[in-house]
T-cell receptor, first 116, second 111 residues
Framework: EAGVAQSPRYKIIEKRQSVAFWCNPISGHATLYWYQQILGQGPKLLIQFQNNGVVDDSQLPKDRFSAERLKGVDSTLKIQPAKLEDSAVYLC??????????????FGPGTRLTVL | KQEVTQIPAALSVPEGENLVLNCSFTDSAIYNLQWFRQDPGKGLTSLLLIQSSQREQTSGRLNASLDKSSGRSTLYIAASQPGDSATYLCAGGRGYNKLIFGAGTRLAVHP
């Protein structure tokens, strides 16, 4: 079974530029998450999708970050314009179900963003 | 608001030692507790998941326990090996909808 795929793996941009990340979850996983992991910290949830709907985006900086999952499968996360403090690893995760007490989250390899 | 703390932040041990990594959380109504491993430059690998009705889970040399009343979880690694060197993260929350992560414990096992 293929895991969660993310691209690109690495991205270097200058501040005020825009950038987009792509995630393909495990087949059949209805729930998709985007996390931001700053060096030395644990991942922090940015946004959660259930199929193509947003469940939780309370910690997404909406003035510069946006995400979509139009067909309920792949997802893209965009930053426009980027700031220095956006330098982090962006992790995508997926889970097979949204409710109840079952279902581990499976993570992709992440995209390491450096903003200069 | 759920907060997760991991102690120690870093640990260096000789090969063969038995280890205990600690995780504490502020919300006793936690739904589940998940332990992950993260290798440098890589994503997270799920190690063990303890559901709210369970007290522990075991996988090979790993054993994780959950005490909701005290707000603590421990990850026990038996007979540590150099290949165990990584960062170990615990995460919990209300349901699987939102995992709150600790900052992790960086483990180095030297031959």
């Amino acid at each position: 079974e293929a895991g969660v795929a993310q691209s690109p793996r690495y991205k270097i941009i200058e501040k005020r530029q825009s950038v987009a990340f792509w995630c393909n979850p495990i087949s059949g996983h209805a729930t998709l998450y985007w996390y931001q992991q700053i060096l030395g910290q644990g991942p922090k949830l940015l946004i959660q999708f259930q199929n193509n709907g947003v469940v939780d985006d309370s910690q997404l900086p909406k003035d510069r970050f946006s995400a979509e999952r139009l067909k309920g499968v792949d997802s893209t996360l965009k930053i426009q314009p980027a700031k220095l403090e956006d330098s982090a690893v962006y992790l995508c995760a997926s889970r097979i179900s949204s409710g109840g007490s079952r279902g581990e989250q499976f993570f992709g390899p992440g995209t390491r963003l450096t903003v200069l | 608001k759920q907060e997760v703390t991991q102690i120690p932040a870093a640990l260096s041990v000789p090969e063969g030692e038995n280890l205990v990594l600690n995780c504490s959380f502020t919300d006793s109504a936690i739904y589940n507790l998940q332990w992950f491993r993260q290798d440098p430059g890589k994503g997270l690998t799920s190690l063990l998941l303890i559901q709210s009705s369970q007290r522990e889970q075991t996988s090979g040399r790993l054993n994780a326990s959950l005490d909701k009343s005290s707000g603590r979880s421990t990850l026990y690694i038996a007979a540590s090996q150099p290949g165990d060197s990584a960062t170990y993260l615990c995460a919990g929350g209300r349901g699987y909808n939102k995992l709150i992560f600790g900052a992790g414990t960086r483990l180095a096992v030297h031959p």
